[in-house]
């Protein structure tokens, strides 16, 4: 049948996938997964979150695999998603990855020269963020640190803290909307 299925159209495939199919998703993974992985990884620049990016994309396919509607060529859908995910995850990282940087450059930029002047506002700022930090349930606070200041991956903080991938990204959306809020009264936008 292995032989047989990789001689299969996207399209049968998709249909396969439809009804439940394990072989028909595995061929699909097979067939893309070397693709979608070089693209996100020519964009990230990180082999690990290129990984994570490329194994949401199948994981949301699988979990949707019955109502999926592709109205393009597989390869075009496929393309597409990377793209998004790639997106988010750079938006994700350019606003959150290193935001007490974020935070000092922008404070500094729209200051005036005074040097002291700058330097009380990013501390000001800096300290807002470490009591934000401080005041996460600690769980929320681990996963954060682990994420953001150590540069863990997902997998390896789920694998440390013995959690799932799923709830390693919950408790890190948990913590940057916390941030977010919390820094809102010194920025329009972070």
Request: hydrophobic share 40%; with cysteine; charged share 25%.
């Amino acid at each position: 049948m292995s032989g047989e299925i990789g001689k299969l159209s996207d399209e049968e495939l998709i249909l396969m996938l439809k009804a439940g199919s394990n072989p028909a998703f595995t061929e699909l993974y097979d067939r893309y997964w070397k693709k979608l992985f070089t693209a996100a990884a020519n964009k990230v620049y990180n082999l690990e979150e290129a990984e994570d990016i490329v194994q949401q994309i199948f994981i949301s396919i699988w979990n949707r695999r019955e109502e999926l509607e592709i109205h393009t060529s597989l390869s075009s859908y496929l393309s597409v998603a990377v793209k998004y995910r790639v997106l988010k995850y750079l938006n994700a990282s350019f606003k959150y990855q290193h935001i007490s940087d974020i935070v000092a450059e922008s404070v500094l930029s729209e200051l005036s020269d005074d040097s002291t002047q700058q330097w009380l506002a990013f501390q000001e700022v800096n300290q807002r963020l470490q009591l934000l930090v401080e005041g996460l349930p600690e769980r929320c606070r681990l996963v954060y640190e682990m994420s953001r200041i150590e540069g863990r991956s997902h997998k390896e903080i789920a694998a440390s803290l013995d959690l799932s991938e799923k709830t390693i990204e919950w408790y890190i959306t948990r913590a940057l909307k916390t941030i977010k809020t919390g820094l809102k009264d010194f920025f329009i936008t972070l």
